[in-house]
């Protein structure tokens, strides 16, 4: 888990971090003077920026603290050298021994790399190219109105292999896909799978609702029937208010088979279009029904459940409609002008093959090519100027 903040950034850190770096730069100048050798001081503080700058940014709590230890050691050395001790003086001679043959180690080794690097063959420029452009920010650049793929056809030279392949359109359960020869990528696998999956769940929720439908009917039947039993009447004025029990029905579903039995009692009608339920007063005013008033209409089982299949119905068209519109544009976008370009492409080299031969016979003259001598075969093979009839 990242830390919080950086240890660079912290102000304690840095100050003690600056406070070693200043120490360590004034002890080398103290050394240089004690031992008369402008050459160390400024060797001395070579390396004592190369190693503040090179750890600038270390994020590592052990290699800062293993730092900051050999700062201090090395700081503690120094003044033993601008005290003039001969074994703090011996072992900074011993110190800068290895350091320098290191470098010289290290600058052999870089001219050997250097002495071996070849230039890349010609048939590697065009992917090296490809490969700068893939690392360049400013080329990811993709919006979701203007995807990338639709970037299309592109010019023979941003090809990368020169060679221009072009898509075929499929369907992949209903997914417009683009083909390209070669094997599919990974990530277009992993997409395709992911939508695939998406389909497959409608439908397994699809059939579900389904079955739970028919559970719903016999709801709604059961209900239909507790109503016959509980003296439940049709209002005939279509209003709606609550029985002396404060039972509410349903006027969409099972409600045919509600017989009057009890008058005075009525059936609570309910429209799912409407959020406002009327209801009539002995006067026939209406008003709107109160949150808090009791009244807690509700669908009935099979019409809650029809509307969430609908819903379902509905996203999976809409899916399939963006999906058409994607290979309308695929076909008309990319595909069809691919194929346009590529027979172009295949007609201007054709074209060139053509100029080219047609070049070089016109080059060749009837004695062979110029400057050689025409062999036996060259000569039978030339027209003579004398009768081939008998003389």
Same mark, same amino acid.
């Given at each position: ?185 990974? +990530?277009? *696998? !992993?997409?395709?799978? @992911? ?8 439908? &397994? $929720?699809?059939?579900? =609702? #389904? ?114 519109? +994607?290979? *309308? !544009?695929?076909?008309? @976008? ?8 590529? &027979? $172009?492409?295949?007609? =201007? #080299? ?42």
């Amino acid at each position: 888990m990242p830390r919080l903040l950086a240890p660079h950034k912290s102000g304690p850190h840095r100050l003690a971090c600056l406070a070693l770096f200043r120490s360590l730069l004034r002890e080398s100048r103290h050394v240089g003077t004690a031992t008369s050798s402008t050459t160390t001081a400024d060797t001395l503080r070579s390396l004592v920026r190369y190693r503040f700058r090179k750890d600038r940014g270390l994020q590592s709590r052990p290699r800062i603290v293993h730092g900051l230890k050999a700062g201090h050691g090395f700081l503690d050395l120094l003044r033993g050298c601008a005290a003039k001790s001969p074994s703090a003086v011996d072992q900074l001679s011993k110190l800068l021994e290895q350091v320098a043959l290191q470098a010289e180690s290290t600058a052999t080794y870089r001219r050997t790399l250097a002495a071996r690097w070849k230039p890349p063959p010609l048939g590697r420029y065009a992917h090296l190219e490809n490969l700068r452009r893939v690392r360049d920010k400013n080329n990811h650049v993709s919006t979701p109105s203007a995807p990338r793929i639709f970037q299309h056809p592109r010019p023979l030279s941003e090809v990368k292999t020169g060679v221009r392949k072009v898509p075929n359109l499929i369907l992949a359960q209903g997914v417009p896909l683009l083909k390209y020869p070669g094997p599919t990528p990974v +990530l277009v *696998n !992993r997409i395709l799978k @992911e939508k695939i999956r998406w389909g497959v769940r409608k439908w &397994e $929720q699809h059939k579900d =609702v #389904r079955r739970r439908i028919q559970i719903a009917e016999w709801e709604d039947e059961w209900d239909d029937i507790l109503a016959e039993e509980g003296n439940f009447v049709d209002d005939d004025d279509g209003g709606a208010g609550a029985g002396a029990d404060g039972l509410l029905m349903e006027g969409d579903e099972g409600l045919g088979s509600v017989k009057p039995h009890v008058s005075g009692t009525r059936i609570r009608y309910y429209d799912p279009q409407n959020e406002v339920a009327d209801t009539a007063s002995a006067t026939g005013a209406s008003r709107k029904q109160q949150p808090g008033s009791g009244l807690k209409p509700r669908l009935s089982w099979t019409t809650h459940l029809r509307q969430v299949d609908r819903e379902l119905e509905l996203a999976v068209m809409e899916r399939g409609k963006q999906y058409a519109l +994607l290979g *309308n !544009r695929y076909w008309h @976008e990319v595909v069809v002008p691919e194929r346009e370009l590529k &027979e $172009q492409e295949r007609k =201007v #080299r054709k074209h060139a093959r053509r100029m080219e031969r047609k070049a070089r016979v016109q080059a060749s003259s009837i004695f062979g090519t110029e400057g050689q001598v025409p062999g036996r075969e060259d000569q039978d093979l030339q027209p003579s100027s004398v009768s081939s009839g008998f003389i």
